[in-house]
């Protein structure tokens, strides 16, 4: 993929597949908007999201723990929300928020796909930022 894809997309994609390349849960995508992004309401950003999922770019799946070999606990993205469930389930603005006591487990986390690979790592001697 080219410089040139990367470009063409809006700050609300760049936000949700760096999101994606991080596989950050939901809420991370507050922490890259700008100014105009943060005041859309949350349906508005779902659309954008859903529109990414089906191009292939991006997956919705829960966090679900992790045990490291040497034992450390830790997470991993877990079982797949279906794409037919999502524009419920994130049309629910708590889905949008940090969960609360910290329990991140079950929370919706955004994994890019090989295709969204392609956007997001470019051609070799080109960089995204």
């Not at 100014?35 to 859903?50: K, M, N």
């Amino acid at each position: 993929m080219s410089r040139q894809a990367w470009d063409a997309l809006t700050k609300a994609e760049e936000t949700f597949m760096v999101n994606s390349y991080e596989i950050d849960i939901l809420p991370g995508v507050w922490g890259d908007p700008d100014e105009s992004d943060q005041s859309r309401p949350v349906d508005e950003l779902a659309r954008i999201l859903l529109t990414l999922i089906d191009r292939g770019w991006i997956e919705v799946r829960r966090l679900a723990p992790w045990t490291s070999p040497s034992g450390h606990s830790g997470f991993q993205p877990g079982e797949l929300v279906p794409r037919d469930r999502l524009a419920s389930i994130l049309e629910d603005p708590a889905v949008w928020e940090y969960p609360e006591g910290g329990d991140w487990i079950g929370a919706l986390t955004l994994v890019e796909t090989e295709a969204g690979k392609s956007i997001t790592r470019l051609l070799t001697g080109e960089t995204a930022e």
